[in-house]
């Protein structure tokens, strides 16, 4: 099943302030399946947070189709598109953007909060993602007295709580060491792997998308060429 597609997507930065126009993507199309593991890779103005701005909802194409789950999200209105994207899309930040006056845990159901969901419901999903990241210890912690990969590991698990779809993560291993950063790919492999959800992450980093079934790549804002691994990654 095809969750995420990109039909000619064309994005024009300056077209109405008329200053400077940059065109930063011109025409991409692209689809995901269901459970698919995708990294997007390009050197640096190539169009890759542009890209994953627009296939998120964060930002709205110039022209083209942008679908997920069988929603046009260009079409949607504001309020409507909120909703859609909490209740069907987890983003993962490199600045991880957990909040400070919050402890992990409370950082992690916020958005089950905003969804008025049970307590019941909340520690229960809690305890399976705190679980699944190895992060119990650190539940009642408050961000700043934890590592980066800890850190990180909470963002992901706040990503997951409401269930969504597809979890999008924009250089998600850009703050952390080789360390860290190998954990945090290895739960998005469980995320695909166990919980069938669909991981799309913009990286600049070669071992996070070593990791990934398919890698795409973005030059002057269109796709230059797509790998697709065959078989599992093999690790020495
Ligand atoms: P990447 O993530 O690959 O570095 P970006 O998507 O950030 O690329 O940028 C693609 C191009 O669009 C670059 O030329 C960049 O300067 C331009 N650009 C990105 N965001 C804006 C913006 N908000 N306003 C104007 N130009 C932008
Ligand atoms: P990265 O490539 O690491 O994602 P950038 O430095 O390209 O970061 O962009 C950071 C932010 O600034 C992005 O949100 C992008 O949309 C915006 N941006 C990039 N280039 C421009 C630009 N020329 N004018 C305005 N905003 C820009």
Redesign the pocket.
Same mark, same amino acid.
């Given at each position: 099943m095809v969750i995420l597609e990109a039909d000619k997507i064309v994005k024009i930065?300056?077209e109405t302030s008329g200053e400077s126009v940059?065109k930063?993507l011109s025409g991409i199309s692209l689809s995901v399946k269901q459970g698919e593991f995708v990294a997007i890779m &390009?050197?640096? &103005?190539? &169009?890759?947070?542009?890209?994953l701005n627009i296939l998120s909802g964060i930002d709205k194409p110039t022209s083209g189709v942008m679908t997920i789950a069988g929603h046009a999200i260009n079409k949607m209105k504001r309020d409507e598109l909120a909703l859609f994207r909490r209740k069907q899309i987890g983003f993962v930040f490199q600045e991880f953007n957990l909040l400070d006056s919050l402890t992990v845990k409370e950082n992690i159901i916020l958005p089950m909060v905003l969804e008025k969901k049970s307590a019941a419901e909340m520690e229960e999903k809690v305890q399976t993602l705190a679980g699944l990241f190895e992060i119990e210890p650190i539940l009642q912690k408050y961000p700043y007295n934890i590592s980066g990969g800890q850190q990180q590991r909470t963002a992901v698990s706040r990503a997951l709580v409401n269930n969504p779809g597809i979890i999008f993560a924009d250089e998600p291993t850009g703050n952390l060491d080789s360390k860290s950063s190998t954990a945090i790919m290895e739960c998005f492999e469980k995320i695909v792997q166990e919980l069938k959800t669909t991981v799309l992450l913009?990286t600049h980093d070669v071992f996070a998308a070593s990791y990934c079934q398919k890698v795409i790549f973005?030059k002057d804002?269109h796709i230059h060429s797509y790998i697709v691994k065959k078989g599992s990654r093999k690790e020495f």
């Open positions: 930065y300056g940059t930063a &390009g050197p640096s &103005g190539s &169009g890759k947070t542009t890209l913009v973005i804002g």
